[in-house]
């Protein structure tokens, strides 16, 4: 069963910069396209990003398009997202999972943008 461990995540203030990084436990984990998704309080979760099992190809939400950079190192099994220009909307609880998404969520990490 696949776990998967956020971190990264913390209180920054609108304009900054936060990278956000998952690994997961199976060592397969390149043979799988990948996803952040978050999800703010009283809101459904939501994909923001996603990468192919290979890193070549990448799509995002339209809501973080050109501020949000989706990456992973297959050989660390670990998926990373660069996140920039910070707006207060993109807080929220942010988790990774394959695309699509297995119900095996792990804890999240929480991004919290205000001044």
């Known amino acids: 069963q696949v776990q998967f461990v956020e971190s990264g995540g913390g209180l920054v203030q609108p304009g900054g910069s936060l990278r956000l990084s998952c690994t997961s436990s199976?060592?397969?984990?390149?043979?799988?396209?990948a996803g952040w998704y978050r999800q703010a309080p009283g809101k459904e979760r939501e994909m923001v990003a996603s990468?192919?099992?290979?890193?070549?190809?990448?799509n995002y939400a339209d809501s973080v398009k050109g501020r949000f950079t989706i990456s992973r190192d297959n050989a660390k099994n670990t998926l990373y997202l660069q996140m920039n220009s910070l707006k207060p909307e993109d807080t929220a609880v942010y988790y990774c999972n394959w695309v699509p998404a297995t119900p095996n969520w792990g804890q999240g990490t929480q991004v919290t943008v205000s001044s």
């Open positions: 199976r060592t397969i984990f390149r043979f799988y396209n």
């Open positions: 990468i192919t099992n290979g890193g070549g190809t990448t």
